[in-house]
């Protein structure tokens, strides 16, 4: 089994070198993406969003790598959820909002998100990288904040779409591990009122023209969830209801967006039966969907050197021209 770019959080040198800085820090940090384009910054919201139950809570960055030259750094404490835009060299006018994961606890920007960005680029396509709002930081409707800040950036993408030389209707989404829930559900969902419009930007449509959920936690039923999921977005078990409500696989209808999968069968954080189901429910409604399911790959690989590393990025450049992401 390939390693886990996560498992090397577990190193005791790796947390000991963590700290905590504020957001405004944060958002210089991150732009910093070490691509050909320093990235820019884009706000999701016009006003900090309500519900934070720890609304004092500070922006904080870790750096989890112990590989020299390799970077993966992640954040949480997100009070402000905002986009790192990452155009192309070469824009042919397609986009692509990239989710990272972290179990709902943290955004892996890095081999999550910027990694993932650059080769995209290099195929024409510009891309966003969202830092979005996480249910273990405290809020008074978890379940719902992840999706909403996904469904606004959709929309904040859309407007900006003349200035970063976009076509509006060009636009897909890429989510990993608890991404890949914001990803489905954007995939299913994207017309479910997740939040009250702020502004005309919320006229727009939220749904992508393609999905491409990696190593994605979408059940939330306890038979196949990841462990985490329900304790992350309601504080304990599921309801029925809950289970009905926040599967995406129990709620794909023939407005689903087409859709991109991608698992190994060895991942031991979340059950390879969240991709096979959400694939049956997929061919079920008819939606276009491809699947690629790897022996080995363990969880976390987003993109690098490893076997399925290397593999499915290429697959999903192919799958994105096929669906006219770009031509």
Not at 138 to 153: I, L
Request: charged share 15%; aromatic share 8%; hydrophobic share 45%.
């Amino acid at each position: 089994m390939s390693l886990s770019r996560r498992d090397l959080v577990k190193s005791p040198l790796v947390l000991a070198g963590a700290s905590a800085i504020g957001a405004g820090v944060a958002t210089k940090v991150l732009a910093q993406s070490g691509s050909a384009s320093p990235g820019e910054v884009i706000g999701l919201w016009p006003h900090p969003p309500a519900g934070a139950t720890h609304p004092d809570m500070a922006e904080v960055i870790e750096q989890t790598s112990t590989s020299p030259g390799y970077s993966s750094r992640r954040t949480k404490g997100v009070l402000k959820p905002y986009m790192i835009a990452l155009p192309a060299a070469r824009p042919n006018g397609s986009a692509m909002l990239i989710i990272p994961g972290g179990s709902f606890e943290w955004n892996y920007f890095d081999h999550e998100g910027y990694h993932i960005a650059d080769v995209l680029n290099r195929a024409g396509i510009t891309c966003f990288v969202l830092i979005y709002r996480l249910a273990r930081d405290g809020w008074t409707d978890p379940a719902a904040v992840g999706p909403a800040d996904a469904q606004r950036a959709m929309r904040v993408i859309r407007a900006n779409a003349p200035r970063f030389h976009l076509d509006p209707e060009r636009v897909g989404v890429m989510g990993f591990s608890a991404g890949g829930f914001l990803t489905t559900t954007l995939a299913t969902r994207h017309s479910t009122p997740f939040y009250k419009p702020v502004d005309a930007t919320d006229q727009l449509s939220a749904r992508p023209l393609l999905t491409a959920p990696i190593y994605p936690v979408q059940s939330v039923d306890p038979a196949y969830a990841y462990g985490g999921v329900a304790p992350s977005l309601f504080g304990g078990r599921p309801t029925a209801a809950q289970i009905r409500e926040w599967s995406p696989d129990l709620n794909v209808t023939p407005a689903a967006a087409p859709t991109f999968l991608v698992h190994a069968e060895d991942d031991n954080a979340v059950p390879v039966a969240n991709t096979v189901r959400l694939r049956d429910a997929m061919v079920a409604a008819k939606i276009t969907v491809e699947t690629h399911l790897f022996a080995r790959g363990g969880h976390g690989f987003g993109v690098g050197p490893g076997a399925a590393d290397g593999l499915w990025l290429p697959l999903f450049v192919n799958f994105a021209r096929q669906e006219k992401l770009f031509v």
